[in-house]
C-alpha cells in the first residue's frame, strides 16, 4: 500500500513537471514545436517520478510527525513552512540544481560552475514563492493533497527552474 502512494504522486509530479517544462520551452523560450526537446521533457519528467514525487511524499510525511498536532493550525503551518524552507528547500535545491543539468548529460565541472554562480539566486527566487506557498499548503490543505498543491504551484516554479538549469 506504501508503495501506491509513492508511485501515485511520482507519476503527479511528473506529469505536471513534464507540463512545466513544456510550458518553459514552447511558451517562454518560444520554440515552435518542431524544435520542442521532448527528450529534455521526458528526463524532467523521469526526475519527477523517481526522485521529486517520492521525496516530497516522503518529506511530507516526515514533516507531519516533526510538528506536533496539539496546537492551532496556523500555528503548526508556520512551524512546518519554516522547517521546510530551512532545512528540505536549500538541500532540494541543490540536488535539482545538480540532477536536472546532469540527465541532459551535462559536464559535471559545468554543473559545478552553474550551481556556484546561479544556486543563490535560485534560493531568493525561492523565497519569494514558496514560503507564501507552503503556509496555505501546510495549514489548509490536507496532507494527502499537500504534494498535489505544491506540484500544481510549482508548474510556474518548474518553468523557472527549466530555464535556468537547462541553458
Known sequence: MALRGYLREGLNV??????????????????????????????FSALGLLFVGPILRKWYLTLETLVSKDQPSLTRGIKKMVI??????????????????????????????????????????????????????????????????AQFIAIIWNCYISLILNK
Not at 27 to 42: H, M, N, P, V, Y
Not at 91 to 105: K, R, Y
Open 84 to 149: 521546510d524552507q530551512t532545512v528540505f528547500a536549500p538541500t532540494f535545491t541543490l540536488a535539482m540544481s545538480f540532477m536536472v543539468p546532469f540527465v541532459n548529460g551535462e559536464d559535471t565541472e559545468k554543473i559545478k560552475t552553474r550551481i556556484r554562480n546561479s544556486y543563490f539566486s535560485i534560493m531568493l527566487k525561492n523565497y519569494m514563492l514558496w514560503p507564501a506557498a507552503q503556509f496555505v499548503n501546510f495549514t489548509f490543505v490536507p496532507l494527502p493533497y499537500q504534494v498535489m498543491y
Open 14 to 43: 511528473a506529469a505536471i513537471m513534464g507540463a512545466g517544462d513544456s510550458i518553459a520551452q514552447l511558451f517562454i523560450e518560444k520554440k515552435s514545436l518542431e524544435q520542442w526537446d521532448t527528450g529534455r521533457t521526458a528526463r
